[in-house]
């Protein structure tokens, strides 16, 4: 029976990383292996033949193990480049809505991390042209507490401004508002004593609320915090025999404070009102006391537009994260212009890992 001992064996290799495309291309640019000693005994009847055989191309022997390491480091090298080469370069969002994940910038290297910088921008799905690059100065931007994590991932507030953009450019920023909480207030009689002049002009008449924005959402990110300012036309509507008859339209400047969390490998958040202001764009039925609609219209924001648009946030949009795999222990990173998940990954199926979809979750 042969006995195999190898002993001070060192195997190195050198590899490029590059992006073409916005794929990464892996390649080797230098391996080697060597083997300091081989020992091969054999047992048996016969064994003293053949050990001389043996220990005369001992030194042959350990050039085809150096030979067949290395190939094996060549042949994985090659795997690994098509499984990056074949990553997608767009997370599906939604029906509307995409994520750009093509890479854009050449890998950072340090001591400890490797940083990858991808487009990050939100796109339409009817492959509509690819927002441009939000560039910055290229420095480390993954800023994580002191207790080390596997995976950071870093968000600009661009990213968020660029779907803030898309979906206003796509219309999903209107809403016809016909029910409240409290159903008085979409009918006219609910406003005698705030605009007096549209109760006597349509008595007892149905009401509702043409909400649209007049520019995208602006997000803002902080040391500490989030928030964002809406800019929109509230079209005050009478329902009279059918006819919808606008009367009236102001404009509001909606402050809110936003908060992150994480849904699975999804970033969620929700948003609170700040602050209302508010102004008479124009006017069908004379001049308004804005003094009395302010309470009104905080009241709408509050339990209408804000949990409508909680509802949505709350689910959130996927992080760039290789199926199959998970995020743990996450915690979130407010700094200057950024939100930065720090986190440890887990494979959700360790036994199959040697079949990794070549997909983002």
């Known amino acids: 029976m042969p006995l195999g001992k190898v002993e001070g064996m060192d195997v190195g290799l050198t590899l490029g990383l590059k992006i073409h495309e916005g794929t990464l291309n892996l390649s080797l640019l230098d391996s080697g292996c060597y083997v300091k000693e081989i020992t091969i005994k054999l047992d048996g009847g016969a064994s003293w033949l053949y050990q001389g055989m043996i220990n005369a191309f001992e030194e042959q022997i350990g050039s085809a193990v150096e030979s067949a390491i290395t190939n094996k480091l060549k042949d994985g090298i090659l795997k690994l480049d098509s499984f990056l080469q074949a990553l997608p370069k767009e997370i599906p969002v939604d029906d509307n809505a995409s994520l750009n994940v093509s890479f854009v910038e050449n890998p950072l290297l340090s001591s400890s991390s490797i940083q990858f910088d991808i487009n990050g921008l939100f796109t339409a799905s009817n492959k509509a042209p690819v927002p441009k690059y939000y560039r910055q100065s290229r420095q480390p931007s ?4 002191d207790q080390p994590k596997m995976l950071g991932i870093s968000l600009d507030e661009a990213v968020f401004n660029s779907a803030s953009a898309l979906y206003y450019d796509a219309e999903f920023m209107e809403w016809i508002v016909d029910k409240v909480p409290d159903q008085a207030l979409l009918n006219t009689a609910g406003w005698r004593f705030i605009i007096p002049q549209l109760y006597k ?41 059918g006819e919808v008859i606008p009367v009236a339209c102001i404009s509001l400047v909606i402050r809110g404070s936003g908060s992150v969390k994480i849904v699975g490998n999804n970033l969620g958040g929700s948003v609170k009102l700040e602050d209302l202001t ?56 407010f700094s200057s212009s950024k939100v930065t ?19 983002f979750a």
């Open 201 to 241: 002009k349509y008595p007892n008449a149905d009401m509702n609320l043409n909400i649209s924005l007049s520019s995208p959402p602006i997000i803002r990110i902080a040391e500490h915090s989030m928030g964002a300012t809406v800019y929109a036309d509230v079209i005050i509507d009478v329902v009279q025999a």
């Open 142 to 145: 993954v800023f994580c507490s």
């Open 278 to 333: 508010m102004s008479l764009k124009w006017s069908q039925i004379g001049n308004l006391r804005m003094y009395l609609i302010q309470p009104v219209m905080w009241t709408l924001v509050q339990t209408v537009v804000i949990p409508s648009a909680n509802s949505y946030l709350g689910k959130g949009f996927p992080l760039p994260i290789i199926h199959g795999f998970t995020l743990q222990d996450a915690e979130i990173v």
């Open 341 to 359: 998940v720090c986190s440890d990954v887990a494979y959700s199926e360790p036994d199959n890992l040697n079949r990794l979809q070549i997909r």
